[in-house]
């Protein structure tokens, strides 16, 4: 019986083929048609207006602090995020490797009783350190994760607002003026007109 789904398996991974989840809509020439560039537009703004947000920058942006914001060109803010989910890295590392050296088990790193090393609120209340250091470490890298996706892509679309905007305006002024210049100059004239 587990040769017959060991099997089936094979046959259906080399049958089938993988692809990105996608819920955008793409079409066959995305990757060849070119699209139309107004002159003054930079280099920075057309990157810009061609990126979007997919569900798999959803886990790069797990394995890379930071990610969304560096795609939104937002470089200040993807490097705090990569410096705080760095050193929340870090400090789990730290606590597993002390742990580690004073004998403790990896189950028991926060059931250990051992008085230097918790902080005690009252006479029957304690936490120890290294219980703060991970629950500050954790609350920290899913936090600079929810909002490394959630601020990233909103200043992704935020950008990609004001682009389009500020072109659409220029396009507009360039019509009219484009309008005004193919009318038939004026000219002085006589016209009479017979009525009965």
């Keep these: 019986m587990n040769n017959f789904f060991l099997i089936l398996i094979t046959i259906i991974s080399l049958n089938s083929f993988s692809q990105d989840f996608s819920i955008y809509p793409r079409l066959p020439d995305d990757k060849v048609k070119l699209p139309y560039v107004h002159e003054s537009m930079r280099l920075?703004?057309?990157?810009?207006?061609s990126r979007t947000v997919r569900m798999m920058d959803m886990m790069y942006?797990?394995?890379?602090?930071?990610?969304?914001?560096?795609?939104a060109k937002e470089m200040t803010t993807g490097y705090v995020l990569l410096g705080l989910r760095s050193a929340s890295y870090?400090?789990?590392?730290?606590?597993?490797?002390s742990s580690k050296s004073r004998g403790d088990k990896t189950i028991d790193i926060f059931n250990s009783n051992k008085p230097e090393q918790q902080?005690?609120?009252?006479?029957?209340w304690s936490v120890e350190t290294s219980d703060i250091?991970?629950?500050?470490?954790?609350?920290?890298?899913?936090?600079?994760?929810?909002?490394?996706?959630?601020?990233?892509k909103y200043m992704l679309e935020k950008k990609q607002e004001m682009i389009r905007y500020k072109y659409s305006v220029k396009l507009k002024i360039e019509e009219n003026k484009l309008s005004f210049n193919n009318t038939q100059p004026y000219s002085l004239g006589l016209a009479l007109t017979l009525n009965f």
């Design 133 to 152: 250091i991970v629950g500050t470490a954790i609350a920290v890298i899913i936090s600079t994760y929810l909002y490394d996706w959630i601020h990233g």
């Design 44 to 49: 920075n703004e057309f990157q810009i207006l």
């Design 119 to 124: 902080i005690v609120i009252n006479d029957n």
């Design 61 to 71: 942006a797990t394995i890379v602090p930071g990610y969304i914001h560096f795609k």
């Design 90 to 97: 870090i400090s789990l590392s730290a606590v597993y490797l």
